[in-house]
Structures are given as structure tokens and as C-alpha cells.
């Protein structure tokens, strides 16, 4: 089980994995994003535009438009790359709660 600061390592570390500014992947994409880690009973949330993830934070805030639930050692694999969020998402061991659009954007960024 990962700690809560490697799970804040793991979410900066997804965060500079996104399509950066400019990428036509991110066009347009301006939604709120959350990360139930579920080992840990702990929300990130932080505000994905333009293909980057600030303002993360663990404070209540408004319900997220795309939401991911996962363990604290996923989160550290699928930010280093060591898991596919498509494989992850389709074999249950993360839950993906977003409109379609957004998953398939979502997973074509990652």
C-alpha cells in the first residue's frame, strides 16, 4: 500500500503525463477530476483544462465530471506507466465514473 505522499507524487506525476497546451488531444477538455483512493479513504481533486491538471487539492469541493476510484498502488502504476488505464478499466481494478466523450479522451491523453 502506498502513503498519501507517494499518492500525491503518483497524482503530479500523471498530471505532467497529460497532453500538454497546444495538443489537439486536449482541446476544449475542461472538467473537474477526482481520484478516490480507496486503501486510504482519500479524495483528490483538481481541475483538468487544456490538457493540465492543477489545483489538486484533498478538500471537499463540487462533485467531479470525470471520477476515478483505484487503490493507492494502482494510482503509483498507472502513473508510472506500469499500467494501462484501458486494461485497468476493463479488468475492474479502476473504476472510471465520466461521460464516454470524456473516458476515451481521457484514456487517448494518458
Known amino acids: 500500500m502506498a502513503t ?8 503530479a ?15 476544449g477538455l475542461d472538467r473537474l477530476v477526482s481520484a ?6 482519500v479524495i483528490f481533486r483538481g481541475h483538468l483544462h487544456d490538457g493540465v491538471l492543477d489545483d489538486i487539492t ?7 465530471q470525470i471520477r476515478l476510484v483505484l487503490s493507492s498502488d494502482d494510482l503509483v502504476l498507472l502513473a508510472v506507466g506500469g499500467l494501462s488505464l484501458g486494461s485497468a478499466w476493463l479488468s475492474g481494478r479502476v473504476k472510471l465514473q465520466a461521460s464516454l466523450t470524456d473516458m476515451l479522451r481521457l484514456r ?3
Open 4 to 11: 498519501p505522499d507517494e499518492c500525491k507524487a503518483a497524482i
Open 36 to 41: 478516490e483512493v480507496t486503501d486510504l479513504g
Open 58 to 64: 484533498t478538500d471537499d469541493g463540487p462533485p467531479a
Open 108 to 110: 487517448a491523453m494518458i
Open 13 to 27: 506525476q500523471l498530471a505532467s503525463r497529460l497532453a500538454g497546451p497546444g495538443d489537439r488531444r486536449a482541446d
